[in-house]
């Protein structure tokens, strides 16, 4: 008798014990429930940023286009680059953040100045820092509206230039203005506009790498790189 007592014992403590561990299970699922839709957002000053980790990581980041994302105790920062600019008078735009299931939608737009503004000849690195409060999920680029017009500078292109496009092996610089490009079994001499010489300018490209170029021809017959693509498919300006 004492053993079948025992028997039912063990048993219904095996029972509760089974039931306890699924309700703690249902209890995280419910926990993992998150908000979809359309998301608030703080907008970041970078000058007011106190914290020292993230001003490191905005100065790491800040200047090349794309989504960036930083977890903390305190949320997410998500930096939205627009990459390096030939003057002044730009600015990014987080126009809406939605989360579905899976993820978080970051859309957003690059505003220019205006054709019949001043504006300075420096290089810019526009870009937009906001922080929400899911840690969760992935932060991923929507849609990011771009001006079809932008403000150029010397050795820039004209919108009335024909875009050319080349693929071949980057040879070296012949000075700080030009490079040297092997095209089939012929080395071909192209000029640099200034977005063009802050990409030769980080080492990124090494000699012998296949590259992709877009360039115009000015009124001199000379040929003027605008964009520079290293194969296959890494994209340095758009």
């Known amino acids: 008798m004492l053993k079948k007592v025992l028997a039912v014992l063990v048993s219904t403590i095996f029972i509760v014990g089974f039931l306890g561990g699924c309700g703690n299970k249902n209890e995280k699922t419910n926990n993992d429930d998150l908000v979809t839709g359309a998301l608030n957002f703080d907008t970041i000053n970078v000058d007011d940023l106190k914290d020292e980790d993230i001003k490191a990581w905005y100065e790491e980041k800040h200047m090349e286009k794309g989504l960036y994302t930083k977890t903390t105790e305190e949320g997410k920062y998500i930096l939205l680059a627009a990459g390096i600019k030939s003057t002044d008078g730009y600015s990014v735009e987080i126009v809406s953040v939605e989360a579905n299931e899976n993820e978080i939608v970051v859309n957003g737009k690059l505003n220019a100045p205006k054709e019949d503004e001043m504006v300075a000849q420096v290089l810019t690195y526009p870009s937009a820092l906001i922080k929400i409060d899911d840690v969760i999920r992935e932060a991923v680029l929507g849609n990011f509206e771009e001006p079809s ?35 089939d079994d012929e080395y071909k001499a192209f000029r640099l506009s200034e977005l063009a010489k802050v990409i030769i300018s980080k080492g990124t490209i090494q000699v012998g ?6 360039y115009t021809e000015n009124e001199h017959g000379q040929y003027i790189i605008q964009e520079i693509f290293l194969e296959p498919g890494y994209e340095f300006n758009k």
């Open 209 to 214: 790498d296949v590259i992709t170029i877009n």
């Open 149 to 183: 017009k932008q403000v150029n500078n010397d050795n820039s292109r004209d919108e009335n230039e024909d875009i050319k496009t080349l693929t071949g092996v980057y040879s070296g610089q012949i000075d700080l203005n030009s490079i040297e490009m092997r095209i």
